[in-house]
């Protein structure tokens, strides 16, 4: 917050459900640390957003609102609160100034008028910290570290398809805004398209607002509609312009690179090499194919090197994997020239319940479908933990009030189970189809010299329970007890700046039943032994 210039924050924190931090009232202002060691001077307002309206009444008649008033007033005294002066938050959901209107303001008046101190001010939240800064300057607060904005993190997760664009987004528009500065570097004539980005950063902001991925409480169906289509409207418009603007510049990167015949460019955003699986549409590869001449193999352009490849088991496309592709960077793909390219057939699908490389070995139920083992063979180490109450992979079910706050679930019964295994030199995969279940499929594929366990489980609409206005969702989830032992235990996620470490990096007393992760999240045994899930 402190980086992108926000000095100060109103946390309006809403702990009727729990959650409400464990800071003395004598720091109900304090200055928040972030993991930069910035500081950003905070209030956090134990009574929610509303406790002017509801706690302090400042919309009620007189008598109860001066009488709520200096219970207050009493409790911050007792409490051993050291300054002049307070904040009363009033507002509500999408309410506006207009709740003090009236009612509001004669109240206020009438007390100032009986009361030489404390007085009543109607103002914003910026001049609140302006007269604190002032009267106390910046460092006479208590310094706070940690998270605490966990407990309505599974809001946002009502709307998957919305959250998975969103997600998708906010990872690949940071490189196609470097692609788009090197495109018009290199080519003067290409303008960099600024206003296009800045309207995607504001639709992704927007969406991550409190009633971002849609409404849901106490409104009409007709309301709720209308809500879930201007999100989904904003998201889906993000989205589009990130994979246009990601494309153009992948196009322009690629017209800047100058080669002797057609060759595939493999190119790596990332700030670290990487190793990993390209897919190549045959109509792609017929492109590259040059006629004539003898049989030879796709290579790679700068070493020589033949690569290996593989037919996808929906004879699609190829496979192959793009080694130690440079940080930022690329690396080209063709075959030699005056040769003829020769594509492998479709992998072969067989019955099986099993799957393996050199670094993990993968079993399934055949009955369920659920995960039985993942074993890791470089450290000789079982990684599900079969006596967990909840199967590997199993799905869990459970409505609004339960996924947000109470955390009971339920598992989905799985019907009838079809799996069977396909493999060849590049990758091998587990496909488990489900007759009538949620999930439609889930497809586990193990990369040849990756050791990396990938699970895809593809979920069916229309075979998902119908939510009514009172259930408001079903929350569904994918169950991964990991053997990683109870005692010692720790881990961290990744959150929007850093990974912070469960109950060690947070605000004592706040709720964090669920977390919504961004792209991943880090387990650890009391030994040291780790799994990173993303």
């Not at 418009?237 to 510049?249: F, M, P, S, V």
């Amino acid at each position: 917050l402190r980086k992108s210039g926000v000095r100060n924050l109103v946390a309006g924190i809403n702990t009727t459900f729990g959650g409400r931090p464990d800071i003395p009232i004598s720091d109900y202002i304090f200055n928040w640390q972030g993991v930069d060691g910035s500081k950003v001077l905070t209030w956090v307002s134990v009574k929610s957003y509303a406790e002017g309206l509801f706690y302090w009444g400042f919309t009620h008649n007189y008598p109860d609102m001066a009488d709520a008033t200096q219970q207050f007033i009493d409790a911050y005294e007792n409490g051993g609160y050291p300054y002049d002066a307070v904040i009363a938050l009033i507002g509500f959901d999408n309410d506006g100034p207009g709740a003090m209107i009236g009612n509001g303001l004669n109240n206020v008046a009438q007390w100032n008028a009986e009361h030489t101190w404390p007085q009543i001010v109607v103002a914003t939240p910026s001049q609140f910290f302006d007269h604190m800064r002032q009267q106390y300057g910046e460092d006479a607060f208590t310094t706070y570290s940690g998270d605490w904005s966990g407990l309505w993190e599974n809001n946002d997760m009502r709307y998957p398809v919305t959250i998975a664009q969103n997600r998708w987004t906010k990872n690949a528009l940071p490189q196609a805004e470097t692609l788009s500065a090197v495109r018009a570097g290199l080519n003067g004539t290409a303008a960099y398209p600024q206003s296009l980005f800045r309207r995607t950063y504001r639709d992704l902001i927007i969406q991550d607002e409190h009633s971002g991925p849609g409404g849901g409480f106490e409104l009409t169906a007709a309301e709720i509609e209308t809500n879930d289509v201007w999100f989904f409207d904003r998201s889906t418009r993000a989205y589009d312009t990130t994979q246009a603007l990601l494309r153009r510049g992948l196009t322009g990167l690629a017209q800047n690179i100058q080669t002797p015949q057609p060759a595939l460019v493999v190119y790596n955003g990332l700030s670290w090499p990487r190793t990993d699986r390209v897919t190549l549409p045959y109509a792609q590869w017929q492109e590259l194919a040059a006629p004539g001449g003898s049989r030879a193999p796709l290579i790679d352009l700068e070493t020589g090197q033949p690569v290996t490849l593989q037919g996808s088991a929906d004879g699609q496309s190829l496979l192959f994997l793009a080694q130690n592709v440079p940080a930022f960077g690329y690396r080209l793909y063709g075959f030699a020239p005056d040769t003829e390219a020769t594509a492998p057939p479709p992998t072969s699908i067989r019955a099986g319940n099993e799957i393996e490389n050199n670094a993990y070995r993968i079993t399934v139920d055949e009955a369920t479908g659920n995960i039985l083992s993942i074993y890791d063979k470089v450290n000789g180490r079982e990684l599900v933990d079969d006596s967990a109450e909840m199967g590997f992979n199993q799905l869990l079910r459970a409505d609004q009030g339960n996924a947000v706050v109470w955390g009971d679930w339920e598992p989905v019964p799985t019907g009838a189970v079809t799996v069977t295994v396909s493999g060849g030199p590049v990758q091998s995969e587990l496909t488990i189809v489900h007759a009538a279940f949620p999930i439609s499929e889930t497809v586990i594929t193990l990369l040849n010299d990756v050791p990396r366990v990938e699970i895809r489980n593809t979920i069916d609409h229309d075979r998902t329970d119908y939510a009514d206005q009172e259930t408001l969702a079903w929350y569904y989830y994918a169950a991964m007890p990991f053997a990683l032992g109870e005692s010692g235990f720790t881990g961290r996620f990744q959150g929007p700046n850093g990974w912070p470490s469960p109950q060690v990096d947070w605000i004592a007393g706040t709720s964090h039943n669920s977390r919504v992760i961004r792209d991943g999240s880090y387990l650890r045994a009391a030994d040291g032994f780790g799994v990173t899930v993303a």
